[in-house]
């Protein structure tokens, strides 16, 4: 019985589909980078609803304060007028990725209405006497979103840049009630929030 092998032809064909769908496949599979953008946004959203429960829970303020690096959380200390860090597991300060940035628009302050009342309300007082003690104590942490006791949020949306590859999503966690919180894609935001407009 005479065997059928396969030709040169078929062979050159089969090789060329198999290219053709590597090279799809490397257009579809998301940067790992990306990923990990996401995964970092997703669980800077669970520390947030962490610090809001815990400033329910214990009655107090908290305030999430970021720059160029890292963010943290702070709470605000009646006894010495001043914003510390916490040190709760899962309110640490965090790292931020490298090339990235951080950015927050707030529109409102929320249970208290004047944003200078707040700057003013929550500042440490400079007294001559206690200069010294506030500069051995390390850096000012304000805050740029403030946590209230009442669980209660400014109204705000916090956007993450990835600085390496402008091309990418941009990311973003917002609050357009001062309770309830939401993340993603800016686009998937901006869609929740014209929902949310023309609802209201």
């Known amino acids: 019985m005479r065997q059928r092998g396969f ?88 790292l931020l990725p490298t090339d990235t940035r951080l950015t927050v628009d707030i529109q409102g302050i929320g249970m208290i209405d004047d944003d200078q009342e707040v700057i003013e309300l929550f500042s440490p007082e400079d007294n001559d006497e206690d200069t010294e003690a506030t500069e051995s104590e390390g850096p000012v942490l304000f805050p740029q979103l403030f946590i209230f006791g009442s669980g209660e949020l400014p109204i705000f949306r916090l956007t993450f840049t990835d600085l390496e590859r402008p091309e990418a999503p941009e990311l973003g966690i917002h609050s357009l009630d001062g309770f309830q919180l939401d993340y993603g894609r800016l686009d998937y935001l901006d869609v929740l929030a014209e929902e949310y407009e023309n609802d209201y």
Request: hydrophobic share 45%; aromatic share 14%; proline share 1%.
């Open 7 to 94: 030709t040169l032809i078929e062979v050159m064909v089969t090789l060329a589909i198999i290219a053709i769908l590597a090279t799809a496949v490397t257009f579809v599979v998301p940067d790992r980078r990306d990923d990990d953008n996401a995964e970092f946004v997703q669980e800077l959203y669970y520390r947030m609803e962490y610090a809001r429960e815990y400033a329910l829970v214990r009655h107090a303020i908290l305030g999430f304060h970021f720059d160029d690096e890292s963010y943290r959380f702070v709470r605000w200390n009646q006894d010495n007028l001043r914003w510390e860090a916490l040190d709760e597991r899962g309110l640490r300060e965090q």
